[in-house]
């Protein structure tokens, strides 16, 4: 016999999604404004002109950042030229040939290496031949703690041990103690798909979270945490509450950024698939708005080869699960089901 009461409850759930889902898309950006790693203001003239073959943008921005300080910029900024350069590397050949000294394009050098060695099958004995480079940008300016960073996904990348990675880590917080791109390094040495464990993983996340300055990335780690719990598997076992405590601290963390701010953009992508996966739907579609045109390749790459598909695919399913929870008839303020006469 037909099971009536659940073919109601599959009626009801599909009024509810085409009742409300286009609701819920307001305030979206629509999918063709939605941008991958967008740069920000500053990076992007830098990029336009290596396009071109020039490098001097991209060297009064990372000389920038290095006088001013500006460790968390300087090291997103170093990636992002470094990502170009894998494919278009004329600007950065000639800015080294005409500064072979500069501790900017010696960073950009180390950082390029590390990436174009990374997914080789050789890649722990070609890029044991990057340590000088990772040296000589490290000597470039002994405050700069980006080249420690680097250093750090050197070490996981050559296989060495905790003493090794201890002391680089040392090196790294004795120049910068909170600079978020060292703390998501080690937390990668320390999972359980490289040196470390699930619990390990977490246990650091979780006090650097607590020593984080307030409003920084830092204290979203945890939920770095929780991706990779979630991603890699494996034989420990994370209560459900901790997985949802690194969520609540990455939703204060976000909370404290305007909405559409490229700067957390990738924690709250990151936050988004967490959330996801834990089925916390309407908390999904809050850090979705937040979002607005900035999707990011992580971590979305880490399932799909098409991030931004990914991206607005799962958009659209977060949208489609909250619209499901919403009663097809709300109910007025006054506690009866609202009528077509109320305002």
């Not at 040196?195 to 780690?221: I, K, M, N, T, W």
């Not at 799909?304 to 097809?328: C, H, K, M, N, Y």
């Amino acid at each position: 016999m037909v099971d009536t009461m659940a073919l109601l409850r599959a009626f009801i759930r599909t009024a509810r999604m085409v009742k409300n889902t286009s609701r819920l898309a307001a305030g979206l950006p629509a999918d063709d404004e939605v941008l991958l790693d967008a740069p920000d203001e500053r990076l992007a003239p830098a990029l336009v002109a290596a396009a071109r073959g020039e490098y001097d943008i991209a060297a009064k921005l990372l000389a920038a950042t290095r006088e001013a300080a500006e460790w968390e910029n300087r090291d997103r900024y170093a990636r992002r030229l470094a990502a170009f350069a894998r494919t278009r590397d004329e600007w950065l050949q000639t800015w080294q040939s005409e500064s072979p000294h500069d501790p900017d394009a010696l960073l950009v050098k180390a950082e390029l290496a590390v990436r174009r060695w990374w997914e080789s099958p050789a890649r722990a004995e070609l890029l044991r031949e990057v340590g000088p480079l990772i040296a000589a940008a490290a000597e470039g300016d002994p405050r700069d703690p980006v080249p420690w960073r680097i250093a750090l996904d050197h070490a996981r990348g050559t296989n060495a041990g905790h003493t090794e990675f201890e002391k680089l880590w040392a090196e790294a917080v004795r120049r910068s103690p909170h600079h978020y791109g060292c703390h998501v390094a080690a937390l990668k040495y320390l999972s359980a798909a490289w040196y470390g464990s699930h619990r390990e993983c977490f246990d650091f996340a979780e006090r650097a979270a607590q020593d984080a300055l307030p409003g920084s990335l830092v204290q979203a780690l945890p939920v770095r945490a929780a991706f990779a719990y979630l991603t890699e598997g494996g034989r420990a076992v994370i209560p459900r509450e901790r997985l949802d405590e690194a969520a609540d601290l990455a939703i204060a963390v976000s909370a404290a950024y305007a909405p559409a701010d490229p700067w957390p953009a990738e924690v709250r992508n990151l936050l988004t698939y967490v959330l996801i996966r834990l089925e916390r739907w309407q908390d999904a579609l809050d850090q979705i708005r937040l979002i607005g045109p900035y999707a990011t390749s992580f971590p979305w790459d880490r399932v799909s080869d098409d991030p931004l598909a990914q991206f607005l695919e799962l958009r659209d399913g977060v949208r489609l699960e909250v619209a499901s929870t919403i009663p097809l008839h709300p109910r007025s303020e006054h506690g009866g089901r609202a009528r077509s006469g109320d305002h």
